[in-house]
């Protein structure tokens, strides 16, 4: 625990308040900056079909991305249940965003973070970890059916040491819950009610359960879209109902999935769609010299995604998705001449971004 410094002391009644916006619209904090995203249109992309493209930016939440509201409630879900105290241990397994996302609530909620990796992520991605004042622990490659993998090594280690939780953002649906008090109703007052249809990238599968939980509640017609990149299993899932193993990886990250989690059972979804990367990086270089928007490769899946059904809806359509997280985090495999050549990605980006790619 030697990396954690961790000095204030909150009450649960006030760390398990989910009231962080003062009505002068001041936010309390970093914990003040999760959610109440704005949303924005994609001039060009909503030009192009006809169609309303609206996106929430989610990289303005106070840890940079869509996952610091799943970071949030389940936080808070453990103070309310007792679970948690002041000052105790949060402890995750994972390589991205909701590491990230923790990190930084830990760090204004005053507890301590210790999260769990598999041994091959980039040195960069321990290193921001760490910055954030996270204790990383990098364990052996395993599959998850192997007690070392580290999502099981992550829960041991919880359950082994005083007031400390393990946040299991793939099947504790606390996660889910955020987006259903918080993206779902945001979107809805945003658009004012006029919105045909969601479509996210899945991951945990939070964030579009949980929208499309809300806003299927407010109008059963509104269309709920999983995006899934290749190599994941959804797409035929949701189409077809089989679960099979899908060959191929994807350059997005954060995103794609080998099983059906807690998160995504029994979320009202109505079609779903494979985004090769071919497109999703093609997107992501748009959006960047279209729009000026410096995203990561899930991003890009999400608009491209958000395009497709906008066609396929025809004009006069509000499509909404969102914009995950910034392109930093991404700058040396995304935004890198030789990786994207070397994964046969160049000629999908078009020749005048290409300035955009570094040595
Ligand atoms: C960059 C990025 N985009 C999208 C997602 C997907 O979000 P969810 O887990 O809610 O499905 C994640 C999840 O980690 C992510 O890191």
């Known amino acids: ?34 959610g ?48 948690l105290k002041p000052g105790g241990t949060v402890v995750e397994g994972t390589a991205g965003n909701t590491g990230i996302g923790l990190a930084h609530m830990c760090l204004s909620m005053g507890f301590k973070c ?27 490659v395993v599959a998850w059916s192997d007690p070392a993998n580290y999502n099981h090594q992550a829960r041991e280690f919880a359950d082994s040491i005083e007031n400390a939780i393990w946040t299991n953002q793939f099947d504790n649906t606390a996660n889910r819950q955020a987006h259903i008090e918080t993206t779902g109703p945001e979107i809805w007052n945003q ?40 190599g994941s299993v959804l797409c035929n899932y949701i189409k077809h109902g089989k679960l099979e193993r899908s060959e191929g990886s994807s350059i997005t990250e954060g995103i794609g999935q ?3 989690t807690k998160n ?10 494979t985004i090769l990367d071919t497109d999703a990086v093609n997107m992501t270089f748009r959006l960047l010299h279209e729009e000026g928007f410096f995203v990561g490769a899930s991003t890009g899946l999400n ?40 994964k046969g990605l160049l000629d999908c980006i078009p ?5 955009s790619l570094h040595d």
């Open 191 to 230: 658009t004012g009610g006029n919105v045909d249809a969601v479509t996210f990238g899945t991951g945990t599968g939070g964030t579009l359960a949980g929208v499309g939980t809300f806003l299927k509640e407010k109008n059963p017609n509104i269309q709920v879209v999983l995006a899934d990149p290749q």
């Open 114 to 140: 210790v999260i769990y990796m598999p041994n091959n992520q980039s040195r960069e991605k321990i290193e921001l970890l760490e910055t954030l004042g996270a204790e990383v622990r990098p364990v052996p």
């Open 36 to 83: 109440n995203t704005p949303l924005v249109r994609l001039n060009t992309m909503s030009e192009e079909t006809g169609c309303e493209i609206l996106a929430k930016a989610e990289f303005c939440n106070g840890g940079g991305s869509v996952k610091d509201r799943a970071a949030l409630f389940l936080i808070q879900d453990a103070l309310q249940k007792g679970q």
């Open 264 to 273: 995504l059972e029994g979320a009202p979804i109505d079609d779903a769609l």
């Open 351 to 355: 020749e005048k971004y290409r300035v």
């Open 303 to 342: 608009v491209s995604a958000a395009v497709q059904v906008a066609q396929k809806m025809g004009p006069g359509h509000t499509v909404v998705t969102c914009l995950c997280d910034t392109g930093h985090k991404y700058y040396a495999k995304l935004y890198n001449r030789k990786v994207i050549e070397e």
């Open 1 to 34: 625990m030697a990396a954690v410094v961790c000095c204030r002391r909150f009450s649960v009644a006030y760390l398990a308040n989910k009231r962080f916006m003062s009505s002068d619209g001041i936010r309390k904090g970093l914990v003040g900056m999760m």
């Open 258 to 260: 080998g099983r059906v």
